[in-house]
């Protein structure tokens, strides 16, 4: 039979909770420093402190909106390229995108009359697919 670890010991018959552990990196490529937890199935983790998670942060890159290619997105969607095509395209290129961020873009930037063409075409589509 397998034993389950509690995370807490055992001092002259009293449970006592265990104090977070501090743990200390050793080099970059080991865990960040932070508090040891052992989660609800018995594995011990490592839970970062605040501190390291946002000095990570703070050397990400800056995130590439993808808002800034609107209008390719819609050059390309004239061309009758699907969004799927679009991400494919644009990833290509090494610009991150996926179909939903890319749809997302394109419904965002819509003029009010663009709106309604898209919805006629999502009408006619549905009538054809139904008569079929």
Do not use: C
């Not at 002259?12 to 104090?19: E, H």
């Not at 199935?41 to 942060?57: K, M, N, Q, T, Y």
């Not at 939903?100 to 075409?121: C, G």
Request: glycine share 4%; net charge negative; charged share 35%.
């Amino acid at each position: 039979m397998k034993r389950k670890r509690t995370g807490a010991k055992v001092i002259a018959g009293k449970a006592t909770q265990k104090a977070p552990v501090r743990a200390e990196q050793k080099s970059e490529n080991q865990w960040p420093p932070g508090h040891l937890t052992e989660s609800s199935d018995g594995v011990l983790r490592i839970r970062p402190f605040p501190e390291s998670l946002l000095h990570e942060a703070e050397r990400e890159p800056d995130h590439v909106d993808l808002a800034e290619y609107w209008r390719v997105i819609f050059k390309l969607r004239e061309k009758g390229f699907t969004f799927r095509d679009i991400a494919l395209w644009l990833s290509e290129r090494n610009v991150e995108a996926d179909h939903n961020a890319v749809y997302r873009v394109y419904s965002n930037h819509m003029t009010a009359e663009q709106t309604a063409i898209e919805s006629d075409l999502e009408e006619r589509e549905k009538q054809m697919i139904e008569e079929l």
